[in-house]
């Protein structure tokens, strides 16, 4: 079955960083795009990143253009997350998600992995 889990999370200061992970198995790997989601408290799910199956097209939050990088890594079914100067209002949960092929609606979700960004 697919599986999704994530990893790399915890506490950093504001202005630091952090590389989530997220190991894929289960299905084809190459053929999905894929994408980070996070939730915050008391706030809706938000798209922070997304990546295409062939790496053509990568899109991200305004919120985080320019300090966050999403990345693949075909040989290992992996997708990354790499986060540089965190801001408090990065805190929350993120998830890697899969999207449904052919759209870009999301059909699978790993359980999340907690960012806290205090000082």
């Known amino acids: 079955q697919v599986q999704l889990v994530e990893s790399g999370g915890g506490l950093v200061q504001p202005g630091g960083s952090l590389r989530l992970t997220c190991v894929a198995s289960g299905f084809s790997f190459n053929n999905y795009a894929m994408t980070w989601f996070r939730q915050a408290p008391g706030k809706e799910r938000e798209l922070v990143a997304f990546?295409?199956?062939?790496?053509?097209?990568?899109n991200y939050a305004d919120s985080v253009k320019g300090r966050f990088t999403i990345s693949r890594d075909s040989a290992t079914n992996t997708v990354y997350l790499q986060m540089n100067s965190l801001k408090v209002e990065d805190t929350a949960v993120y998830y890697c998600?899969?999207?449904?092929?052919?759209?870009?609606?999301?059909?699978?979700w790993g359980r999340g992995t907690q960012v806290t960004v205090s000082s």
């Open positions: 990546i295409s199956n062939a790496v053509r097209t990568i």
């Open positions: 998600v899969r999207i449904r092929w052919g759209t870009r609606e999301p059909d699978y």
